[in-house]
């Protein structure tokens, strides 16, 4: 395999992901008042249905389905499966805001080298998973070559700073 350095499609950040939905409607719905997204002008030259919304840096469009009725509806809450993550302030609030609103939800811990990360997945009314956790507290370590990275704007302070006075210390 050849390997690959640094950037090379000069990639700036993540923009968008399309979600088709049996209806927009309730997915505008869904992802307004469960996840806080808004929506945002969508170009009037499109002959298709649908509606694009923006928070966090990251929007998410939805497209009608031309065929609703013949799109598969997940159930079951499978962690492994396909789903966008989300970084939250209090694991807590979200689990019991997900309580009152009586969204089905599992929830999981992952433990790496004594760092937890609580995560709770659950379902948009199509059926495509949403993950919320404190990932943010689990570094990303590259597998070679790289410096550690965090997930959190102030973990990467924290973590630089600490790489900053090892290489002083050196």
Same mark, same amino acid.
């Given at each position: 395999?050849? *390997?690959?350095?640094?950037? #090379?499609?000069?990639? +700036?950040?993540?923009?968008?992901?399309?979600?088709? =939905? &049996?209806?927009? *409607?309730?997915?505008? !719905?869904?992802?307004?008042?469960?996840?806080?997204?808004?929506?945002?002008?969508? #170009?009037?030259?499109?002959?298709? !249905?649908?509606?694009?919304?923006?928070?966090?840096?990251?929007?998410?469009?939805?497209?009608?389905?031309?065929?609703? %009725?013949?799109?598969?509806?997940?159930?079951?809450?499978?962690? /492994? !499966?396909?789903?966008?993550?989300?970084?939250?302030?209090?694991?807590?609030?979200? *689990? +019991?805001?997900?309580?009152?609103? *009586?969204?089905?939800?599992?929830?999981? &811990?992952?433990?790496?080298?004594?760092?937890?990360?609580?995560?709770?997945?659950?379902?948009? #009314?199509?059926?495509?998973?949403?993950?919320? =956790?404190? =990932? %943010?507290?689990?570094?990303?370590?590259?597998?070679?070559?790289?410096?550690? &990275?965090? =997930?959190?704007?102030?973990?990467? !302070?924290?973590?630089?700073? /600490?790489?900053?006075?090892?290489?002083?210390?050196?």
């Amino acid at each position: 395999m050849k *390997e690959t350095v640094g950037n #090379p499609l000069h990639l +700036k950040s993540l923009n968008h992901i399309s979600l088709v =939905c &049996r209806s927009v *409607e309730e997915s505008i !719905d869904f992802y307004t008042n469960v996840l806080g997204f808004f929506p945002i002008r969508r #170009p009037g030259s499109f002959d298709f !249905d649908g509606a694009w919304l923006f928070n966090y840096a990251i929007g998410i469009h939805l497209l009608q389905s031309e065929n609703p %009725d013949n799109m598969q509806k997940k159930s079951e809450i499978n962690p /492994k !499966d396909n789903h966008i993550s989300f970084q939250c302030e209090s694991m807590g609030a979200v *689990e +019991k805001k997900l309580k009152e609103m *009586e969204i089905v939800y599992k929830r999981q &811990r992952v433990e790496e080298g004594g760092i937890y990360v609580d995560q709770l997945f659950f379902h948009d #009314p199509d059926g495509f998973m949403i993950e919320i =956790c404190n =990932c %943010d507290n689990l570094p990303v370590v590259p597998i070679a070559g790289e410096m550690v &990275r965090s =997930c959190s704007r102030l973990n990467l !302070d924290i973590i630089s700073q /600490k790489q900053i006075q090892t290489v002083v210390h050196l």
